[in-house]
């Protein structure tokens, strides 16, 4: 046995770095498991029958992601499917990841199975062109591993269904799209449940209740996991950044800011190098949205409409010179590109704040930093000044500032990364979703 396979990530293990506590600096056991088994350049967005589906009472409770093959094909979500580091693997091979990543899922054991409720279930999808020698020495191994649980066996041998799964612990969903190169899929699936303890389609309004409890959902969608249900939780949700934002349209504009930053980042990161990345950024480069991320088609960023193109040349040339360029390749945080573009911007007549900020975020996003704190360009403030009005901002707060921490606004805007809510103070001006 020689095969290639992967993993199929609906979570937080795609982008969380620990498993247990925040705060553990030592607590790394997520990062760990991608780093030691995962290739995370091959990450591939398929389309799978996913949703919110199962109460995790943790740090006041979340509904997290479950596998569900009674929902509708134009119902499915996108979901991660990531390449392993080695190429050739053997049953053995498979077991130990599969044991790796039961441990980060949950509990200081490599169970196939995890606890006596079966709370969670390692599963295996086949390529429908693997042969059929290859599937059944896996299954014959997978029956052994999972039944090292006996308690846990029991209850999930009662009703595989429940996880999407057939009694051999494979997924019972069907082999995703753009994968013709991987042999099997690896993933977790964890029981639905609600509050009660039942299985059911958990309302949108439910699922947007309890984001602000822990950080889940918005990741998710930030990430690129996505559910059917998507808007309208973010419309549910988004709506109580205000008193009276009556606008039916916000989830609809809140996922399109979100799918936004998901291709702008990926189109950065997908650059070939850094001189690149500073060069386009500079010059207001920004994939085209109505064709994805794909790096042959962009277009001119319409923030910079009123700066022009000319001034973002003069001003993405001036960071591709010394001193500027070598700062920017040691920039180590958001804040150091920040402190490089916003000094460019005043060699630069009419180049602007906006101009600044954004050029930042664009390199930042090639390196994985983003902003700490929210930054008060024009349309941002005049967005913030509304909630001033409603009494949601402390305008003493924003007096003369250049940015203000996420703590200035109200529960519901803390619990957005900082781009995002500077985004929706901007759009929302801009829209008279405040008005």
């Known amino acids: 046995m020689n095969l290639k396979g992967g993993a199929l990530i609906i979570g937080s293990l795609f982008w969380q770095d620990y498993r247990d506590n925040k705060n553990d600096s030592k607590d790394k056991k997520r990062k760990e498991w991608r780093d030691k088994h995962l290739d995370m350049t091959s990450a591939k967005d398929v389309v799978v029958p996913i949703r919110y589906g199962r109460f995790s009472s943790k740090d006041g409770g979340t509904y997290t992601m479950v596998f569900d093959n009674s929902l509708n094909r134009d119902q499915y979500g ?16 498979i077991v130990n990841i599969v044991k790796n990543l039961s441990n980060v899922e949950g509990g200081d054991h490599p169970n196939f199975i995890k606890g006596s409720s079966a709370w969670c279930v390692c599963g295996i999808l086949f390529n429908p062109e693997l042969s059929d020698e290859d599937k059944n020495s896996l299954r014959d191994r997978w029956e052994i591993e999972m039944k090292k649980n006996g308690d846990g066996y029991k209850v999930f041998i009662n009703k595989p269904e429940l996880y999407s799964m057939t009694k051999s612990g494979e997924l019972d969903i069907p082999w995703p799209e753009g994968l013709d190169d991987l042999d099997f899929l690896l993933a977790t699936s964890t029981r639905p449940r609600d509050e009660k303890g039942d299985n059911r389609i958990i309302p949108p309004k439910e699922i ?18 996505r559910t059917f249900q998507d808007e309208e939780v973010l419309n549910r949700y988004l709506k109580a950044l205000s008193h009276d934002w009556k606008k039916d349209d916000i989830g609809e504009k809140g996922l399109i800011a979100f799918e936004h930053y998901y291709n702008l980042e990926k189109f950065y990161k997908n650059l070939p190098n850094f001189k690149e990345v500073v060069e386009n950024a500079g010059n207001a480069v920004v994939p085209n949205n109505t064709t994805g991320c794909d790096n042959n088609k962009t277009m001119f960023a319409g923030h910079q409409n009123r700066v022009g193109k000319k001034r973002c040349q003069d001003g993405a040339e001036l960071l591709l010179q010394a001193p500027f360029y070598e700062a920017l390749e040691k920039a180590k945080s958001f804040e150091d590109i920040f402190e490089i573009t916003e000094e460019v911007k005043t060699k630069v007549f009419g180049l602007g704040d906006l101009w600044s900020y954004d050029t930042a975020q664009r390199i930042g996003l090639a390196k994985s930093y983003y902003p700490k704190a929210v930054y008060l360009q024009t349309g941002t403030l005049l967005g913030a000044k509304e909630l001033v009005k409603r009494g949601l901002v402390d305008g003493k707060a924003l007096r003369g500032q250049r940015s203000v921490p996420q703590t200035v606004f109200s529960k519901v805007f803390r619990d957005l990364p900082c781009y995002m809510i500077e985004n929706l103070l901007c759009v929302g001006h801009n829209q008279k979703w405040f008005t």
């Open 78 to 93: 996108v979901a991660k499917a990531v390449g392993f580091e080695k190429s050739d693997l053997d049953v053995k091979d």
């Open 208 to 225: 947007a209740e309890y984001i602000p409890n822990r950080e889940y959902v918005i990741p998710n969608i930030m990430s690129g996991i």
